[in-house]
């Protein structure tokens, strides 16, 4: 299975731009590279995936390199409530396991 | 809100019991997944069905089943539980099967086997 990396932790403060990085060097060609947020005491929440080329909307923006083996996700303005643990994964309904994301602090 | 509802919201049960776990998707989404969230293991998938049917299979445990009805709400069957089966299960909905479809997960049922 295709397998992603991402840093454990990241912090960041309120009303500031946030780039969560992912490693995904094993990446195929038909893999999409979605994002999932999961705030605390709450079911994982869908952010936004894409294939190949960047994808906005108005959660996130998601920015994937060229040769697909890396992604960052884009929190234009961090608020309160973006934190959680944000976990990038490809084929989700396959894959194993989600990971252990990367768990985003905002300080005020 | 997800729109995807799961009852019980908590089970406590004791070893070697059996529970069931409700799971009703999104109106119009006809496909359903579960989830189990341990804190050594993370969020694993364990099943997918698609419209009834058993589409993808995940480390689920041969003690546990699952299945999809007619009117799509999904059902997750554990039996002889155990101390280490302890969890956050969650259920999750798309519209549809394949990769380009988003999942909406449902708040959880916390399983606590004593």
């Known amino acids: 299975d295709a397998k992603t990396t991402q840093p454990n932790s990241m912090e960041s403060n309120e009303e500031e731009p946030v780039h969560l990085p992912c490693n995904h060097s094993?990446?195929?060609?038909?893999?999409?590279i979605h994002w999932y947020r999961q705030l605390p005491s709450q079911g994982p929440e869908y952010v936004i995936h894409?294939?190949?080329s960047n994808v906005n909307n108005r959660m996130a923006s998601l920015a994937i390199a060229e040769d697909r083996k890396s992604s960052t996700l884009i929190l234009h303005r961090a608020t309160l409530r973006d934190a959680a643990v944000y976990y990038c994964?490809?084929?989700?309904?396959?894959?194993?396991?989600f990971g252990a994301g990367t768990r985003l602090t905002v300080k005020p | 809100d997800s729109g995807v509802t799961q009852t019980p919201k908590h089970l406590i049960t004791a070893t070697g019991q059996r529970v069931t776990l409700r799971c009703s998707p999104r109106?119009?989404?006809?496909?359903v997944y579960w989830y189990q969230q341990s804190l050594d293991q993370g969020l694993q998938f364990l099943i997918q069905y698609y419209n009834g049917e058993e589409r993808a299979k995940g480390n689920i445990l041969e003690r546990f089943s699952a299945q999809q009805f007619p009117d799509l709400h999904s059902e997750l069957n554990l039996s002889s539980l155990e101390l280490g089966d302890s969890a956050l299960y969650f259920c999750?909905?798309?519209?549809?099967?394949?990769?380009?479809?988003?999942?909406?997960f449902g708040p959880g049922t916390r399983l606590t086997v004593t």
């Open positions: 994964i490809l084929r989700p309904f396959r894959d194993m396991r």
């Open positions: 999750a909905s798309s519209v549809a099967m394949g990769d380009t479809y988003e999942q909406y």
């Open positions: 094993t990446i195929s060609g038909t893999d999409y």
């Open positions: 109106s119009g989404d006809l496909s």
């Open positions: 894409g294939l190949t």
